[in-house]
């Protein structure tokens, strides 16, 4: 009997072991990305449904705050506690990519049946290329257009959107009504990223880029921008809205039009008790080269996860359901092969055909691994001759000096 | 042994085991990262020896860099606009403030209490607070001003470089004011109310009585204020980001939010370390002064 009891504890404590391992090896995935700070996102919701459609995999997902997300992964890089898989809005990717922090996964990609390169756009494609390899895949992308409130330009008898910055200009003057508090245009000339965001795609379509800012068509527009602020077309204030902020003058109406994106679309549906519509960008001559900025966010895996075949299968799985995220998350795919759905509010879809019409035209912000110091060269540039303390021309010199230093030149 | 034992209970040994248990906390808490911070100044950092401590040797070259950085000076004419107006203006209403309550009219310690609110609110959210009151089109100063008749048009205390570092100074200022304001009220309450009676006797009038009994007897008091006050002041950062970041093209950077700016937003960790050793070179003259300032001060 009391062999019987013994035998049986140890049939109870060898059960309890088999329990309490799995009957097949686990593999955890550390996943970081801003979605679930605020709201949820894209990262937060995928990563948890992968998590609960694989028995192999444990996902363990960590929000991260916007401005803390460069930060918190460079030191947890630094000491060794990477996470496996991290989104990075584009122009902070080249950081990581260009010093081999993330995995080079151009063979992964070449080799998977449900990334395909030629799907994605080339510039959001782009900002996860180094030297000719790919390290990540687009999350999703956004860009900037005009938005024009259309009451306020037919009370104006101006039918048709800007098509270049001096007619952009010419109608701000004439939409200006400061017995109403109404400015011509708004825009963001903000010292950070918001205000390179909005101001290099005039770089570009100048001729020019990140590498060459002093060009004579960037100087011209800037000198529209700054006649625009010092004749009051255009509020002072654009030297420190964000674009959040700037629009929201444009929704209740205190200007007829701002420069933003589609982000701001479903705000704009609620708050805006005016008819609307978008443009494109406009170019410097009629017809000229158009450019405009790109945004969005990537996806990429650390070099240092000791688990790259899953973590790649978090990704393809990321990739599958891109078809899902302009309905539920309203950001739109980087994708060409993919039909956005009709949403069946009229001026959102008419806005969103203008934006992926732009979408063509969007160039990435560097890519460099000092993508952050050109940027403050360039606003402040933008900065110093839209407060006028130097001319368009000499605070673009000054900037080509310091990106030339930057870049070795 | 013994005597070893005895004597750390009660003797050399005790007071030997007090100061050891300051310093090691001392150079843990804050000697160390104050070394590992020179110490970068002296480095190339980058994001991959973030980690380490033996980096490639830079010498002066960093210090050189920030130097000739553009803006370099600007921050500089900033850093010493923001810390002398923000100290005087602190100080001043501070002191005319502690005057004020100092006589002693029905609820004067309640009132004088209550403006501590300022002090105890968190910087981010007295930045965000200012942010609304400095807004240029609808913001609340400037409708003010302009229905007294002081201005004609909005001032864009954010957006325009004449007046940005002014609106972080004014935020600061009402920062500041309470906790100047009460330090001098305790100095003032220390002052012996008999010198007073007797300079009346003798037929000191008011401004006499300030200038020669106040003031004197105020002495370390100010000092200590003052010192506290630039150390506060270069430790302000908060109301940056909530206020101006920085901008317009620069026209409100001071040496500290330029420090974080280079190794949180650009990522250049040897520069921002640089700038912030040229800062500690100023806190530690401004503590040299504290100290010698309290030490006259227990001598009485």
């Given amino acids: ?409 | 042994m013994r005597r070893f034992l005895g004597s750390l209970r009660d003797g050399a040994g005790f007071d030997i085991l007090l100061v050891g248990a300051a310093m090691v906390f001392l150079i843990a808490m804050a000697g160390l990262p104050l070394i590992y911070n020179v110490l970068m100044s002296f480095q190339q950092v980058d994001m991959f020896t973030l980690g380490s401590l033996i980096r490639p040797w830079a010498g002066f070259q960093n210090y050189i860099d920030v130097v000739r950085e553009p803006a370099f000076w600007l921050v500089a004419k900033n850093t010493f606009i923001f810390v002398f107006f923000s100290m005087g203006g602190q100080f001043v209403i501070g002191f005319a403030l502690a005057l004020f309550f100092a006589q002693n009219f029905p609820g004067a310690s309640t009132i004088r209490g209550l403006f501590l609110v300022s002090w105890v609110m968190p910087g981010l959210v007295v930045g965000a607070i200012w942010s609304w009151i400095l807004a240029g089109d609808f913001g609340v100063l400037n409708t003010i001003l302009k229905n007294f008749g002081v201005i004609s048009s909005n001032i864009f205390w954010k957006s325009d470089p004449a007046f940005s570092i002014w609106a972080v100074v004014i935020a600061n200022i009402w920062l500041g004011l309470a906790f100047n304001m009460l330090l001098l009220s305790v100095g003032l309450a220390a002052i012996p109310r008999d010198l007073y009676e007797a300079a009346e006797l003798d037929g000191a009038n008011a401004f006499q009585r300030f200038w020669t009994i106040t003031l004197p007897m105020m002495r370390s008091t100010i000092g200590a204020v003052l010192s506290l006050g630039l150390i506060g002041t270069l430790q302000q950062f908060d109301l940056f980001p909530a206020i101006t970041e920085g901008g317009p093209a620069n026209t409100s950077t001071v040496a500290q939010f330029w420090s974080w700016q280079m190794s949180f937003k650009l990522y250049d960790f040897a520069k921002g370390a640089t700038i912030s050793v040229m800062m500690l070179i100023l806190v530690l003259i401004a503590s040299i002064i504290y100290v010698r300032s309290t030490r006259h001060e227990v001598r009485g």
């Fill in chain 1, 1 to 409: 009997m009391k062999l019987h009891f013994a035998g049986l504890l140890a049939a109870v404590s060898l059960g309890a072991m088999s329990l309490a391992t799995p009957a097949f090896a686990q593999v955890t995935l550390k996943i970081w990305s801003i979605d679930g700070v605020d709201r949820v996102g894209i990262a937060d919701t995928f990563s948890k449904e992968f998590d609960e459609a694989n028995d192999d995999i444990v996902v363990e997902y960590r929000a991260i705050p916007f401005d803390d997300l460069v930060n918190e992964t460079l030191r947890a890089f630094a000491t060794g506690n990477a996470p496996d898989i991290v989104s990075f809005d584009n122009p902070d990717f080249a950081l990581f990519s260009s010093r081999g922090a993330m995995l080079d996964i151009t063979d992964r990609i070449a080799n998977s049946s449900v990334i395909k390169a030629d799907n994605y756009f080339a510039g959001p494609l782009n900002s996860v290329s180094w030297d000719g390899k790919l390290f990540g895949i687009p999350k999703y992308t956004d860009t900037i257009g005009v938005f024009y409130n259309k009451d306020l330009f037919a009370k104006a008898g101006i039918t048709e959107p800007p098509k270049t910055w001096a007619q952009l200009t010419e109608y701000a003057e004439k939409l200006t009504d400061p017995a109403n508090n109404v400015y011509g245009a708004t825009f963001s000339a903000r010292a950070g990223e918001e205000g390179t965001f909005q101001f290099l795609p005039i770089i570009q379509m100048s001729g020019g880029g990140y590498d060459h800012v002093n060009t004579d068509g960037a100087a011209e527009v800037l000198d529209l921008w700054k006649k625009m602020v010092d004749n009051g077309w255009a509020s002072k204030d654009v030297l420190s809205l964000g674009q959040w902020d700037s629009t929201g003058t444009f929704n209740s109406g205190n200007a007829a039009m701002a420069i933003s994106g589609p982000w701001e679309v479903d705000r704009m549906v609620e708050d805006a008790k005016f008819d609307w519509g978008v443009a494109l960008l406009p170019t410097i001559t009629e017809g000229g080269e158009r450019s405009s900025a790109l945004g969005g966010f990537d996806w990429g895996i650390m070099s240092t996860t000791k688990h790259p075949d899953e973590a790649f299968r978090a990704l393809e799985y990321f990739a599958s359901q891109d078809n899902r995220i302009f309905a539920e998350f309203g950001s739109i795919p980087a994708r060409s092969d993919i039909e956005l759905p009709v949403t069946g509010v009229e001026k959102k879809d008419a806005a969103l055909k203008v934006f992926l019409e732009q979408l063509q035209y969007a160039q990435p912000r560097g890519p460099h691994p000092e993508w952050q110091k050109i940027s403050k060269a360039i606003y402040d540039a933008m900065q110093q001759a839209l407060t006028g303390q130097m001319s368009s021309k000499d605070a673009l010199n000054q900037a080509q000096t310091t990106i030339d230093g930057i870049l070795g030149k």
